[in-house]
């Protein structure tokens, strides 16, 4: 089922080192590249129908389309390599084992959307990712690939690391700004959109990491060859975290639209242990969970996912096997968004914290039915009532369990009272 | 690490070593506003230090040009940026989801009884302090546990023993 052509090098030893890369055909499309003007860049990517991989699944090629002609400002790429939505973890290893794919990557980009400064925004925990990153981006300078003059052609670019220091909000692309610009990270109310107004004032396009290092396999072969893997709406290929109750956790590059139940099997090994299955998170904490019976014709593209009322996210895949206590669940998930809210919606600072003091006077036996239906409530009256989508990233999910794990926070609260009866 | 309202002073002049003032001179052209520099700037200061002062805070400012209540404001506002000094090792363990399934728990235990300090403490020696954090992004082999930097992947008790052996 496994396929490679983002990982491709992932194997190779070395293959972040330029002198290993460049015989294996890294920045090879840079001479294609720059026989085509900007516009037929951005056509070709459109036309692969490459969709962006740091959750939300918009169309790359779309996306740059947006940007306003002459304005007379300069145009920014920022990368988003923050990837710190919990169950994520994919665009670490295009970092590690394949920067110069990613850097490729970026010139590709810069040069379709009239880019001469990319920022490559990466989370501070990322210690050991940031120096090989740097390593690359020097290699890239010494060989004449970043600089004044790309591969000997008449365009310049230039491309800085910008590192984060433990901000999950900082991955909302609006909040990252702020945070290269040196202020807290605090999403910005959007319109105007990034594409118009974003970093400094200017117009910014800020792309996901692997949708990046997608695009030289797009150039070097052709959208008709991106989309012979994946499905019509969903074409290509995903870098798939898979963790929690399986045998053989890991990430893997997959078309899209597999069965989810088979990948499970079939490539992490199956549930561990011989435990039968709970629940999926399909893609990413913050999307809404699939029972066993549910997951029967899930697939693993943006359709499906929509279909079954939850969401692709980034890809990464959790399972949970029967032991899994929901309700302690829930309360690890509240707990980490509550955490990095970033305090200014009254509705997601307060609320979350609200859903969790309910939560842990469920698990402390202390709840009552009131309880439960207060939390689904807070559900409702939290999401889409703020800047940005940190709130509903947690109540969405939130409210799945609640409607289909039920009797597991009932059964809490029934225990309370047999508790309360007794001591009375 | 859980204070992040007060900062501590420590008596002395702050200044960048040679390396560092060089680097910031180098990412300065990298960034069209002054002002930009700030995160890159405190990440020199702990790097060079392994901690954040008062003093620190009002030398940046100074050099970028800025009010020290900007750096205030982000230095108090990224987790990551220590405000006072840390034990010599400095682990943080994973709590979230994927880890929390595959045992984080029995780390953090087991580190509590082992170095004596929970989650927010640094012991008496100086040698350790211990920091529950989010998603470190390595959930495919959770439990993750980071020591000043370094990941450590499908950590177990046994192999947590070993390690602290190691951490002098
Ligand atoms: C709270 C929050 C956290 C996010 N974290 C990330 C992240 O870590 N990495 C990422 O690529 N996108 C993240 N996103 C999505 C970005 O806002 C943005 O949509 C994405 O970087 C666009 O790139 P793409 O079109 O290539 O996917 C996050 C969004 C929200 C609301
Ligand atoms: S929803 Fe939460 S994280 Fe997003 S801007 Fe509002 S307070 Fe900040
Ligand atoms: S959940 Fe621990 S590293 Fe992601």
């Not at chain 2, 979230?96 to 929970?118: A, F, N, V």
Request: hydrophobic share 35%.
């Amino acid at each position: 089922m496994e396929v490679k052509i983002l990982s491709a090098k992932f194997d190779i030893k070395d293959a972040n080192k330029i002198a290993v890369a460049k015989p294996l055909g890294a920045y090879a499309t840079l001479d294609k590249l720059f026989a085509m003007k900007p516009e037929e860049v951005i056509e070709e990517v459109k036309k692969s129908g490459l969709r962006g991989r740091g959750g939300a699944g918009f169309p790359a090629g779309v996306k740059w389309g947006f940007l306003p002609k002459n304005t007379g400002k300069p145009i920014y790429l920022t990368v988003n390599s923050d990837e710190s939505e919990p169950a994520t973890f994919k665009d670490r290893y295009i970092l590690v084992r394949d920067p110069h794919m990613l850097i490729e990557g970026i010139i590709i980009c810069s040069y379709a959307i009239g880019c001469h400064d990319t920022y490559i925004y990466i989370r501070g925990e990322y210690t050991t990712q940031v120096k090989v990153l740097q390593a690359a981006i020097d290699e890239a300078y010494a060989e004449g690939y970043l600089g004044d003059s790309v591969a000997g052609h008449d365009f310049k670019l230039d491309v800085t690391v910008h590192r984060g220091a433990g901000a999950y909000i900082c991955g909302e692309e609006t909040a990252l700004l702020e945070s290269i610009e040196g202020k807290k990270g605090q999403p910005r109310s959007k319109p105007p959109f990034p594409a118009v107004a974003g970093l400094y004032g200017c117009p910014t396009i800020i792309n996901n990491v692997q949708s990046i290092a997608s695009l030289p396999f797009i150039i070097e072969k052709g959208a008709d060859a991106y989309k012979v893997y994946g499905t019509q709406k969903s074409p290509g290929t995903h870098l798939f975290g898979i963790s929690g109750h399986v045998e053989k956790p890991g990430m893997y590059e997959l078309p899209l639209g597999l069965p989810i139940l088979e990948v499970i099997d079939k490539v992490a090994g199956g549930v561990w242990k011989g435990r039968k299955l709970k629940g999926i998170i399909p893609g990413g904490s913050s999307t809404p969970v699939l029972l066993p019976d549910e997951a029967k014709d899930v697939t693993l593209d943006y359709e499906s996912m929509a279909a079954h009322k939850t969401m692709f996210g980034s890809g990464g895949i959790v399972v949970l096997d029967e032991t899994v206590d929901i309700v302690q669940l829930v309360k690890n998930l509240i707990d980490f968004y509550h955490h990095e809210s970033c305090g200014q919606c009254t509705p997601c600072r307060e609320g979350l914290g609200w859903m969790l003091k309910i939560i842990k006077k469920i698990l402390r036996r202390e709840g009552s039915m009131d309880d439960v239906n207060l939390l689904r409530e807070l559900c409702d009256n939290i999401e889409m009532k703020t800047v940005c989508v940190l709130s509903a990233a947690c109540t969405m999910p939130v409210r799945s369990y609640l409607d289909k794990f039920r009797h597991e926070f009932e059964a809490y609260v029934q225990n309370a009272s047999s508790v309360q009866a007794k001591q009375e | 690490m859980s204070d992040r309202s007060q900062l501590i002073s420590t008596g002395k002049p702050f200044q960048y070593d040679q390396e560092r003032d060089a680097e910031f001179e180098r990412l300065i052209k990298r960034y069209p506003t002054r002002e930009s520099m700030i995160l890159p700037s405190l990440w020199l200061i702990q790097e060079q230090e392994g901690w954040i002062s008062q003093e620190a805070i009002a030398y940046v400012a100074d050099r970028i040009g800025t009010f020290a209540s900007k750096v205030y404001e982000a230095v108090t506002f990224y987790t990551m940026y220590q405000l006072h000094p840390m034990g010599r090792h400095h682990i943080c363990v994973c709590r979230t989801l994927s880890c929390w399934l595959r045992g984080k728990q029995e780390i953090i235990d087991y580190l509590k009884d082992e170095i004596g300090i929970i989650p927010g403490q640094i012991d008496e020696d100086g040698r350790f302090s211990l920091e529950e954090v989010e998603c470190l992004g390595h959930c495919g082999t959770a439990p993750v546990v980071q020591v000043n930097g370094e990941f450590h992947e499908d950590m177990n008790v046994d192999k947590l023993k070993a390690l602290l052996a190691t951490l002098k």
